[in-house]
């Protein structure tokens, strides 16, 4: 009986769209692979531009209900826009459009070489990515034709604020730091709060990370130095001791609109790579293991320094593992008005 779905096809209204899925660290990742019309721009900002003006119904319906969920995240690839980059890409959550993703640098990577989207030589093949931020530089290692780690070079990462005093309406005042890594974060120290970043806290973590992400953004600029694209805080890292001693300690990150990433954040450890540089407490060539809420990992060393306009930033290398999980065709019926997406948490 089951044979006869071989010959069904959907409505010739309906718009199909196909993604792989993928997870880097347990954080999910939809890769739209086709069914999306050309994205105009000459910049990766003004393709993210585009697609948030004219195509959010695209990631409402893959990153909301009844097709995603409230942490679903997403990956949209694009021709690249400089001369020798590899692809480009933006990346969805609930609430928009992020300006950078390292767990999905990370899933990426493996993405394009393990498919043969893109066709490198060598054990450690390297990827030039077009990012929001900017370029990444990524590389694949390779154990025959499979990729078994990622890692890739990020944006100049640096600290913007440091030891500022902040009021939290119910939570009161609390010390924070405030360091980019392609996006910024609100930094805050678990211990003043009693986490010890496990899941069983999601639900209080997701509450005091918006307070804090909200109390931050009403009370201090959050400023990129010639981005105004970039210019905004993204989300609340808590952060605290390490559950395995091998590991140097444990990232909590809450971003966008209350979602909780299941990695350590390749973004969110960038900025911490900076922040801890900033503090003398992690030196150029140094790496460090930082754990997320579920235990899983990423690696973070510095590269090297330079100036990033009036900031002295580091060139973090951020390192981590991913899987596919699913291979996805969706169809949006424009009569479903319940399948153009809804959001619950």
């Known amino acids: 009986m089951l044979k006869k779905l071989n010959s069904w096809n959907p409505p010739p209204d309906w718009q199909c769209i196909k993604t792989i ?3 880097t660290a347990g954080e999910p990742l939809r890769i739209i692979t086709s ?3 050309v994205i105009p721009g000459n910049t990766i900002l003004e393709k993210r531009r585009y697609f948030r003006d004219n195509l959010d119904h695209i990631r ?3 990153m909301w209900e009844p097709r995603g969920h409230a942490d679903m995240y997403g990956a949209v690839i694009t021709e690249p826009v400089t001369a020798d980059g590899d692809f480009g890409t933006f990346f969805l959550h609930n609430e928009g459009y992020s300006t950078m993703c390292g767990h999905a640098m990370i899933a990426l990577t493996r993405f394009v070489l393990d498919t043969g989207l893109i066709r490198k030589s060598g054990v450690k093949p390297e990827i030039l990515i077009d990012a929001p931020p900017g370029r990444i530089k990524a590389y694949g290692q390779k154990d025959g034709n499979i990729i078994t780690r990622s890692y890739f ?3 100049p990462s640096f600290v913007l604020l440091t030891e500022q005093i902040v009021e939290v309406p119910g939570i009161g005042s609390i010390s924070f730091d405030v360091a980019y890594g392609g996006a910024f974060y609100a930094f805050v120290d678990a211990a003043h709060f009693g986490f010890k970043l496990e899941p069983q806290e999601y639900t209080k973590l997701i509450d005091y990370g918006r307070r804090i992400k909200l109390a931050v953004m009403d009370q201090f600029d959050i400023t990129h130095p010639f981005e105004q694209d ?3 805080l993204y989300g609340t890292i808590f952060t605290g001791k390490a559950h395995d001693p091998k590991n140097h300690s444990r990232n ?4 966008a609109n209350g979602e909780v990433d299941r990695s350590p954040t390749g973004s969110g450890v960038s900025a911490r790579a900076a922040l801890h540089h900033f503090k003398n407490e992690l030196s150029i060539g140094q790496s460090i293991t930082i754990e997320s809420i579920i235990g899983s990992t990423m690696d973070v060393e510095i590269v090297r320094s330079e100036m990033f306009g009036s900031y002295l930033a580091v060139i973090p290398e951020v390192s981590g593992t991913s899987s596919f999980t699913g291979k996805h065709e969706f169809f949006l019926d424009p009569s479903d008005h319940i399948g ?5 948490q």
Request: proline share 4%.
């Open 21 to 23: 899925d993928m997870h």
């Open 230 to 232: 970039l210019s905004f």
């Open 35 to 37: 069914g999306l019309p």
């Open 340 to 344: 153009r997406g809804f959001f619950l």
């Open 252 to 255: 909590v990150c809450v971003f």
């Open 153 to 155: 070079q990020n944006v």
């Open 60 to 62: 409402k319906a893959l």
